[in-house]
């Protein structure tokens, strides 16, 4: 397959983006966020009658929205000020709901086989509490043909009991969220944890025998130096984790940061740019990968691609089938997106009185569904034109011809027979250029 030749107007890069703004930066999810409609909820009961598309992957996650503290940067759906009994009747509800789900049609025979526990704070349960959930979910839709099942922790959180708990539970990856590893920077961007914890904690989990530990990063955090940077990089490389994650530090509208900067009348965040967020993890990059690791998307670093992996992400980003549950949580069933009740009593409330507790969504067409995969599997840094035709009967160098041609004369793309491939500097900054492959009226769209 050769590429056509595509007239665009001329531009040596891509326009200039230096300070860091409020707004949501990274794409996770087309058409964006604001689309989603109450009014289309009728669309997720009418996608959980039918039977599922043969071959489509089946994954759950689960919300777990419990923190010691809420970080200034997070715009999660968190709590800090749930007692026991609160969290059980939560615990409680998430069962429930996967209940609702586990008879309908759309199910059918299928099991899970990929498992997200995100947050929030998976690890602030108890050992009890989380035997509780994951024996209930198990009896529920069967375990036995699981192939990953993820685990979000926080380092202040975990013992020596409880990780070993975890790993007994299933648990294949249990990521850390290590973030920085400066006291001074972790206080005051409202971590948590601290130093001291993060090397118990990773101790403790190799000694549990997980078969994938990953470690969070984030580049641009509020008083970070580059020689912090640099030493975060250093100890994370010391450590020698199986995989490594690293984001660039944006500041969505519902954090601790922009209500302090709406306060103070700025419109500039007290974080990094991102001319320099990107120079950071393209060190980071080029560090781990002298290190022996493999950069296997725009924020993921491997050891060992055969045996690392990451099908949580990669089947989702393949148009896989996601029950979701939990407070705000974000599902898709066949084909229709979603999500739940955002504030804590409307959703359990809701559960509680036998109904599912979604609150927004929409089926995208067919269209939207491909511009979806194309621009999250282009964050891997390189599609297979072959698979675009084959699952959608569609030339990606016809259908993004101009986009695509924009992106060559940047600099940040080549067309290589079946392959479309995405430079470094391209990747480090893909979320930005992802807006050159959406439909018209979503480009100028608040994402959320």
């Not at 200039?16 to 289309?40: A, D, I, R």
């Not at 609160?86 to 609702?100: K, W």
């Not at 954090?255 to 306060?263: G, H, L, V």
């Amino acid at each position: 397959m050769s590429a056509p030749a595509i007239t665009v107007p001329a531009q040596s890069k891509p326009p200039l983006q230096t300070q860091t703004t409020v707004g949501n930066y990274f794409v996770s999810n087309y058409p964006p966020f604001s689309f989603w409609k109450p009014e289309y909820v009728g669309q997720v009961e009418a996608a959980l009658e039918r039977a599922p598309a043969p071959g489509t992957p089946l994954g759950i996650y689960a919300h777990i929205p419990f923190c010691r503290k809420r970080c200034h940067f997070c715009y999660f759906k968190v709590y800090t000020d749930k007692d026991a009994a609160a969290i059980r009747r939560y615990v409680d509800a998430l069962v429930a709901e996967l209940a609702m789900y586990a008879s309908r049609p759309f199910i059918g025979r299928r099991k899970p086989g990929f498992i997200y526990f995100g947050g929030g704070t998976p690890s602030y349960l108890s050992v009890d509490q989380l035997r509780h959930l994951f024996g209930s979910m198990q009896r529920l839709l069967p375990w036995d043909t699981v192939e990953e099942v993820t685990f979000e922790a926080e380092p202040g959180t975990l013992t020596d009991h409880k990780l070993q708990a975890i790993r007994d539970l299933g648990v294949t990856r249990l990521s850390l969220g290590v973030e920085n590893f400066d006291d001074h920077i972790l206080e005051i961007n409202g971590r948590a944890h601290h130093s001291k914890e993060i090397a118990r904690a990773y101790e403790y989990a190799r000694h549990a025998g997980f078969p994938q530990i990953n470690i969070d990063l984030i580049a641009g955090m509020v008083e970070e130096t580059e020689a912090n940077w640099r030493e975060c990089v250093r100890k994370t490389i010391a450590m020698a984790p199986d995989s490594v994650t690293i984001y660039e530090m944006e500041i969505p509208y519902n954090t601790t940061i922009y209500k302090q900067m709406k306060a103070e009348g700025r419109l500039v965040a007290p974080v990094a740019d991102w001319e320099t967020k990107r120079a950071w993890v393209d060190y980071a990059f080029h560090e781990l990968e002298k290190a022996g690791y493999e950069i296997a998307s725009a924020y993921t670093a491997v050891k060992d691609r055969s045996r690392t992996k990451f099908l949580y992400r990669d089947r989702l980003w393949a148009g896989a089938d996601l029950v979701s549950i939990g407070v705000a949580s974000f599902g898709s069933i066949g084909g229709t997106h979603y999500q739940n009740h955002h504030d804590f009593d409307p959703y359990v409330a809701r559960v509680e009185a036998g109904a599912l507790p979604i609150y927004r969504a929409l089926t995208p067409t067919s269209d939207e569904r491909l511009i979806r995969e194309f621009i999250l599997q282009l964050k891997l840094g390189q599609v297979s034109r072959a698979y675009f035709q084959n699952k959608f009967g569609v030339d990606l160098c016809d259908r993004f011809a101009v986009p695509l041609q924009r992106l060559r004369d940047w600099g940040l793309l080549s067309v290589e027979g079946d392959t479309v491939r995405i430079n470094r500097e391209g990747l480090l900054q893909v979320d930005r250029l992802l807006q050159e492959f959406f439909l018209p009226e979503h480009r100028s769209a608040r994402y959320a």
